[in-house]
């Protein structure tokens, strides 16, 4: 049995007079929960920084729906698929809906900015005579996205994506509203999913 600072505090199958487990010590990290998120701390400073004070995980519980998955790509590639808008008109269309969707331009000219946070990714599609639509995406260092809001349900989404090794990553979902609390009907597709579109994923916290 190991305390929170990684020292061994107990070795059962150890002789009583024995002081072996003196001579063990686990790393150890410390770790704090904010809105039913564990964060953890891995670097040198003592004592450890403020937790980041981002938006998802500032909101009252009521706010926020969150989920988990890993990613089978590497960190790479889950990045430049989130901020590259221009595959959403193919990997997340509805069949159903592709006669409504034939106007839409697919290939939008995109533009970027760098900011201090990270970088700001707009793209720009036609929409009609001298009409443009812009969709931005953002890029919040070390590793979130975010995407802009759907719809008429206007929260906010986004990943933080987490390496894991080469080829896996561990991706949080978060979909919030900055001061409304979530549509119940909203937060149950997220969670279960409907008409084509897939939960976030099973038995999410």
Known sequence: KFDRSGACVDMPNEPAESNFKAKVH???YPCRER??????YMGPESPAPEL??????MVPAENVHLSKRVATNNWVQALEGE???SHAGFLHSRRDRESRQVSIDRSPRFETIDTEYGVAIAARRDAGPDTYYW???QF???FYTLVPPEGRVQT???HAWVPIDDTNTLCFMFTYHPTNAMDPKWRDILSRGRNGREPDIPGSP
């Open 83 to 85: 901020i590259d808008s």
């Open 35 to 40: 809105n039913g998120v564990i964060w953890v």
């Open 26 to 28: 686990l790393t150890s």
């Open 140 to 142: 919040l260092l070390p």
């Open 52 to 57: 980041p004070e981002i938006e998802w995980n």
């Open 135 to 137: 969709r931005i995406n």
């Open 156 to 158: 906010i989404s986004g």
